[in-house]
């Protein structure tokens, strides 16, 4: 070979060694990917940069978080829009006092956003009027969780993770298909309110919840009860207790036992009479029966000028009407949608009709209920 002169090289090898090194490479660079993927540091990252902006949020901050928007997931349905077309849902900051909520409502979401379960600094959940059946997987994560309202949804069992909730203090579940409690509910002994109107099947309660000792308010109206759950006689800090339209013919001898208790709705159930050790509970203020059934009521609960005693009597107009349409509804259609009927409007307006009596001096002795109909 002569000085100067080029090594002849087959240019296909060079090509061919160079294509395995970019492959090499790129195969390392998925791998590391993944790898990144599966590391619970992105998560941690995460979750801290989020606190990080939840502990004093500024104005600038607050915009941020409420510009921040979830969009539902892509419906696989034939016919469904798909998920950039969703309307977008907020988490929202209070600015009275900080908190961080969630909210969510309209009947095209059937289940939650994804991207929800990173967002564990949040302290309230508001979700109603959807087509969800079950709470997510990752609900145990949100330790800071003070407000779970979940009412009006198709909701048919609570999981049992929701024990690990230990900072709540209100768990609302009315109106969706819980057919039983999970005894884990009574680890959640900060929790102050608890409501679960107007389900399905539900006429029981776990012995477990005797250790809700701060609970205060009981909502369990609308179910199919038969007795008060033992339970509910053991929440010593109880002072609102709704055991309105269950199925109920007696009242425990020992509901003395609940030495906090203000507030009794008993109506619209089959009691015939009242138990006097109603009379040893010092702090009772109010208490609303109704007044068809009842044939027997402890004198001092009527003469007391502290307690506001309500009886309530069913118009015979209204009574046949309601029963008429009871009846149509369970040939027609099924038990199913008559369950689905129960949607809170008489709670509504029973809550607004007692807060009208809270200022009077001068109590009704007892109240008529009517239906009103309107023909638009």
């Known amino acids: 070979m002569k000085c100067g002169a080029v090594a002849p090289c087959d240019v296909s090898s060079l090509l061919s060694v160079w294509e395995s090194r970019v492959r090499k490479h790129r195969q390392h660079q ?10 619970a540091l992105h998560k941690i990252e995460q979750q801290w940069h989020d606190r990080f902006y939840s502990r004093k ?15 539902s997931p892509q ?12 309307p977008p849902e907020n988490v929202l900051v209070d600015a009275d006092t900080d908190a961080l909520s969630f909210r969510l409502s309209g009947e095209h979401w059937k289940d939650f956003p994804k991207d929800l379960e990173w967002k564990t600094f949040l302290l309230e959940w508001h979700v109603s009027g959807t087509k969800i059946q079950k709470l997510p997987d990752f609900l145990a994560s949100f330790s800071l969780l003070r407000v779970l309202e979940v009412a009006k949804n198709k909701l048919d069992q609570l999981p049992p993770d929701i024990g690990k909730l230990v900072q709540l203090r209100q768990l609302n579940v009315s109106y969706n298909r819980l057919s039983c409690v999970p005894p884990q509910l009574g680890m959640c002994h900060n929790l102050e309110r608890l409501e679960l109107a107007g389900n399905r099947d539900l006429s ?24 008060i759950p033992v339970c509910a006689l053991r929440m010593s800090a109880l002072q609102l207790l709704d055991l309105s339209d269950n199925r109920l013919s007696d009242l425990p001898q020992d509901m ?18 009242l138990p006097d050790c109603l009379t040893n509970i010092a702090t009772l203020k109010l208490i609303v029966v109704s007044g068809d059934p009842l044939v027997c009521v402890p004198t001092q609960l009527c003469s007391n000028p502290n307690i506001k005693f309500i009886r309530l009597y069913d118009s015979p107009a209204s009574g046949k009407k309601e029963k008429r349409t009871d009846v149509m509804k369970t040939t027609s259609q099924g038990q199913d949608e008559k369950d689905e009927t129960k949607d809170g409007r008489e709670k509504e307006f029973m809550d607004v009709y007692v807060s009208t009596l809270k200022d009077r001096e001068n109590m009704p002795f007892s109240t008529t209920k009517v239906t009103i109909s309107c023909l638009l």
């Open 30 to 39: 998925k791998k590391e990917q993944e790898r990144k993927e599966r590391s």
């Open 204 to 227: 029981e309660l776990p012995f477990e919840l005797s250790s809700l000792k701060r609970l205060t308010h009981l909502d369990i109206a609308e179910n199919g009860f038969a007795s």
């Open 75 to 86: 419906n696989t349905q034939s016919g469904e829009p798909p998920a950039a077309e969703g």
């Open 256 to 273: 003395d036992r609940l030495t906090e208790l203000a507030t009794l709705f008993v109506h619209n159930n089959n009691l015939s009479y």
């Open 57 to 71: 949020p500024n104005t600038q901050q607050r915009n941020l978080l409420n510009g921040h928007q979830h969009r």
